[in-house]
């Protein structure tokens, strides 16, 4: 039942349009649907032992089910924006990673938990990405 992420657009795309939702939806709406979905996965974790949390989704088939069911509402929103929007999520995935990959070097981060500004990032880096 593999599927690529080009399949998985046009089955939401599928389901949006079989619904004719599509007049409902803007950019602003699917993206505010993205993070409420977001918000709604967060909310599982919140004020919750990160480690604790770990045990408990491999011992809990329910609550690990109600993080994939809150995930796939986020990939859902992410996927019908592309559509609407005429992007290639892939693509925009793949273009993502090679930035990452750029501005956290293995090099300079392996085994570091740390955040580097993407906006001072990519002004001192313009040239390379």
């Known amino acids: 039942m593999e599927k690529s992420v080009k399949e998985l657009v046009e089955i939401a795309k599928n389901f949006i349009d079989e619904r004719d939702w599509r007049q409902f939806q803007t ?3 699917l993206a505010e649907d993205i993070s409420v979905e977001a918000n709604e996965l967060l909310e599982l974790f919140l004020w919750k032992d990160g480690k604790e ?14 993080i994939k069911n809150e995930t796939a ?7 019908a ?3 609407h929007l005429n992007f290639d999520l892939e693509e925009a995935f793949l ?16 085994g570091k938990s740390i955040k580097i500004d993407e906006e001072e990032w990519l002004k001192k880096n313009k040239d390379s990405v």
Do not use: P
């Not at 509402?73 to 996927?79: E, I, K, P, S, T």
């Not at 273009?95 to 392996?110: A, D, N, T």
């Open 73 to 79: 509402d986020v990939l859902f929103g992410c996927l």
């Open 53 to 66: 949390l770990d045990k408990k989704t491999r011992e809990d088939k329910e609550f690990l089910q109600k």
């Open 81 to 83: 924006i592309s559509d």
């Open 95 to 110: 273009s993502k990673i090679k930035q990452l990959e750029k501005r956290y070097s293995v090099e300079e981060v392996k």
């Open 27 to 29: 950019s602003k709406d």
